[in-house]
């Protein structure tokens, strides 16, 4: 069964400042890559969809790239501000049109 | 501007009650998810449709829970009866799908169910 791992768990840095969150999945027999955003109370608002055919995808200030050799995705977040703080989930899908979500990584920017 | 729409919002009802929840996905989007997420488990897919079709429903308790799409504008969850362990979050989400493959998935807001 395929898992993913979102580490690290939680994440503070000041404002400005560049990061970077991780997720690895375990079968790299995936057909897309995606990160969703979560605020407190809130649904999920999709990110960014990186198919299995591609290396990395740019909206913004965000740049997620996926090695599927290797079973890991990256998110870059590029000056960061206090409205970045939010919980970011990956989901891979995998199998029958599922999607596999990662426990998420709580951001905080600190104005 | 399209968005899932799920509705009750917020739901609190007593152990034993019957409870629907309901989505009314991204008009031309073919496929419905209902997901549920608690602190402890995360998010867990529940059942999926593909036009309309259920393709998937066995992370759904089968003796309480039941999925439905009566048309393509909705999308039901009911849980009969109710339990407190059935509190969490309920989201659904819409997408479109060929094959085996899905694109963007997109999510409502979510149904918060408290059983008490």
């Known amino acids: 069964k395929q898992e993913v791992t979102q580490i690290p768990a939680a994440l503070s840095v000041p404002e400005g400042e560049n990061l970077v969150l991780n997720c690895s999945f375990t079968?790299?027999?995936?057909?897309?890559l995606q990160w969703f955003r979560q605020d407190p109370g809130k649904g999920l608002t999709s990110l960014l969809l990186?198919?299995?055919?591609?290396r990395e995808q740019t909206s913004g200030r965000l740049n997620a790239s996926l090695d599927k050799s290797s079973g890991r995705s990256t998110l870059y977040i590029a000056a960061s501000q206090p409205g970045d703080s939010a919980t970011y989930l990956c989901?891979?899908?995998?199998?029958?049109?599922?999607?596999?979500f990662g426990t998420g990584t709580r951001l905080t920017v600190i104005p | 501007d399209a968005r899932v729409t799920q509705t009750p919002r917020h739901k609190v009802t007593e152990m034993g009650q019957e409870v629907t929840m309901r989505c009314q996905p991204i008009l031309g989007h073919n496929t419905v998810f209902w997901y549920r997420q608690t602190m402890m488990q995360g998010l867990e897919l529940l059942a999926y449709?593909?036009?309309?079709?259920?393709?998937?429903d066995s992370g759904m308790p089968k003796d309480r829970f039941s999925a439905e799409m009566p048309d393509a504008t909705l999308a039901t969850l009911k849980i009969q009866p109710s339990e407190p362990r059935d509190s969490a979050v309920y989201f659904c989400?819409?997408?479109?799908?060929?094959?085996?493959?899905?694109?963007?998935?997109?999510f409502g807001q979510g149904t918060r169910l408290t059983v008490v």
């Open positions: 989400a819409s997408g479109l799908g060929s094959g085996r493959m899905n694109t963007e998935a997109f």
């Open positions: 990186i198919q299995s055919s591609q």
């Open positions: 449709f593909r036009n309309r079709a259920p393709l998937d």
């Open positions: 989901a891979v899908e995998a199998g029958a049109n599922n999607l596999f």
């Open positions: 079968d790299s027999a995936i057909y897309n």
